[in-house]
């Protein structure tokens, strides 16, 4: 079992940055993904980006391409998403998921099979 638990999250203005951790404890994935999702009120849970651990390759939703960057210490089991120039739109719920195994597919979340509390984004206009 593995435990993903997110921080970072919290209120900025629009335009400023934030810096997401998602640290694992438990059975600790030596070869998985390791994904970033979020959730606004009223709509439903989306993808944002995701990292391999094998080979560290990146995942983006398009949008967030150019603002954020998912990177990952292995020492120390933790994914972290640079979120840079926020809009409010960003604000949402994000959520880190764990991959037990790589299942060909990081943008579905159905493919992942542990997921944190969430931390809470608001970004302020």
């Known amino acids: 079992q593995v435990q993903l638990v997110e921080s970072g999250g919290g209120l900025v203005q629009a335009g400023g940055s934030l810096r997401l951790s998602c640290a694992a404890s438990?059975?600790?994935?030596?070869?998985?993904?390791v994904g970033w999702f979020r959730q606004a009120p009223g709509k439903e849970r989306e993808f944002v980006a995701a990292?391999?651990?094998?080979?560290?390759?990146?995942y983006y939703r398009d949008p967030e391409k150019e603002r954020f960057i998912i990177s990952r210490d292995n020492a120390k089991n933790t994914v972290y998403l640079q979120m840079n120039r926020l809009k409010p739109e960003d604000t949402a719920v994000y959520y880190c998921?764990?991959?037990?195994?790589?299942?060909?597919?990081?943008?579905?979340?159905?493919?992942?099979?542990?997921w944190g509390q969430g931390t809470q984004v608001t970004v302020s206009s």
């Open positions: 438990g059975r600790t994935f030596t070869s998985s993904v």
């Open positions: 990292i391999l651990r094998d080979d560290g390759s990146t």
């Open positions: 998921a764990a991959q037990s195994y790589y299942r060909g597919s990081v943008y579905t979340l159905r493919a992942y099979d542990y």
